[in-house]
């Protein structure tokens, strides 16, 4: 239950500031109801989700920097929410072992409100990613994604364990 409250607390921080940003009050607040713009943009999001993770895994801290939006907010069952700098640091400590990491399937685009897209996915994470914590498991994921100055961004994501009641 704290998961769920914490997860609501973040999704609501995040649309907080996007909605608060000038490129979204540019773009306006409609939902986007086509079908192929969505599908091609869920594809393209995808895509991005599955660089962002293949980059935490290869420790390419230069792709993470620019992928992920200054404010980046990711919250991981049994931590606080960690900021961008903070899962930087974690990412470049990581020590998974032989094909650990994160992989991420059954991505859905839910919405998109001008410049703010929300996804879910299923992420299969194995190896250890936190010195001394066992993360490995399944994960129902919520992530966001903010265009800024023409491309999506990473703007930060929420985990929560699969075989939670």
Known sequence: MRHIRVLILIVMALLGTAIGSTAFAQQGSKRSET????????KELFE??????EAARTKDLDFLKQAWTDNFLELMPGFEPVSK???LDLV??????PGGGAVPHDFKLWAVYGNVAIATDHTSWTGGFVPGRNT???????????KE????????AALVPANSP
């Not at 079908?35 to 869920?42: R, S």
């Not at 490995?136 to 903010?146: L, S």
């Open 136 to 146: 490995a498991g399944e994960y129902r994921v919520v992530r966001f994604f903010v």
């Open 149 to 156: 100055k023409g491309n999506w961004r990473i703007a930060g």
């Open 92 to 97: 470049a400590k990581a020590n998974r072992g």
């Open 48 to 53: 991005l989700d599955q660089k962002w993770l």
């Open 35 to 42: 079908a192929g713009e969505n599908a091609a943009l869920e």
């Open 85 to 87: 700098p903070k899962l």
